[in-house]
């Protein structure tokens, strides 16, 4: 298993430019989310899906969209990229049978000039 | 939205002592608390607790939940460098949110 993916891992945009970043996973999981986690912050969710064809807002989620449909993939797509947008981000997932274990993937390093 | 608190925000000891990290939560549709370790990468699974009193064991690292009192405790005893790292507490509620606190930067110097 290759567990959480995302792509790419580097990101440089300008203002107003607009990217999808890319999350996968292969365990069949069906609950996914998005953080993201600036110095001094923590980790906050952005947006999460129970399953395919369902999304729900997090904490932050304002500049960000995501669509869910396949169990696999649950992009990110930023609309018009500021500054302020500038994080890393992380994708997770988990198994929504209870509590337990999130797997994060590696990160995306974002940088909006 | 629960909030999670962490203190200290960071904290720097000798190998071999002792430390004790702190994690208190809002309780509205409590679920569980988790621990995570962070070094420079994404953040790694330690404990999940649900229950009060009962401790969780991993090596030289333990955590204990007070579900009366709101909070949690990771405790890593006889410390190395390789524990140099920023550790998250988060709490989960019904719909399988995470709230993450901002997390104890713990430096370990020889």
């Known amino acids: 298993n290759a567990g959480v993916t995302q792509t790419p891992k580097f990101q440089v945009l300008k203002t107003g430019q607009s990217m999808t970043l890319q999350c996968a996973q292969d365990m069949n999981h069906e609950y996914m989310s998005w953080y993201r986690q600036d110095p001094g912050m923590g980790l906050r969710l952005i947006h999460y899906?129970?399953?395919?064809?369902?999304?729900d807002q997090g904490e932050v989620p304002n500049g960000y969209n995501v669509s869910r449909s396949t169990t696999e993939d649950f992009p990110l797509r930023l609309l018009s990229a500021a500054p302020s947008q500038t994080s890393v981000y992380f994708c997770?997932?988990?198994?929504?049978?209870?509590?337990?274990?999130?797997?994060f993937g590696p990160g995306t390093r974002l940088t909006v000039t | 939205e629960d909030k999670v608190v962490q203190s200290p925000l960071s904290l720097v000891v000798h190998e071999g002592d002792t430390v004790t990290l702190n994690c208190s939560y809002e309780?509205?549709?409590?679920?569980?608390l988790l621990w995570y370790k962070q070094e420079k990468k994404a953040p790694t699974f330690l404990f999940m607790l649900?229950?009060?009193?009962i401790e969780k064991k991993s090596g030289r690292l333990s955590s204990i939940l007070d579900k009366k009192e709101l909070f949690s405790i990771l405790n890593i005893t006889a410390t190395q460098t390789g524990d140099s790292a920023v550790y998250l507490c988060a709490e989960e509620t019904s719909g399988s949110r995470l709230t993450f606190g901002e997390g104890t930067q713990l430096t370990v110097n020889p």
């Open positions: 899906s129970v399953g395919a064809g369902i999304t």
């Open positions: 997770a997932s988990r198994n929504d049978r209870g509590a337990g274990e999130q797997y």
């Open positions: 649900t229950s009060s009193g």
């Open positions: 309780v509205t549709n409590f679920r569980s």
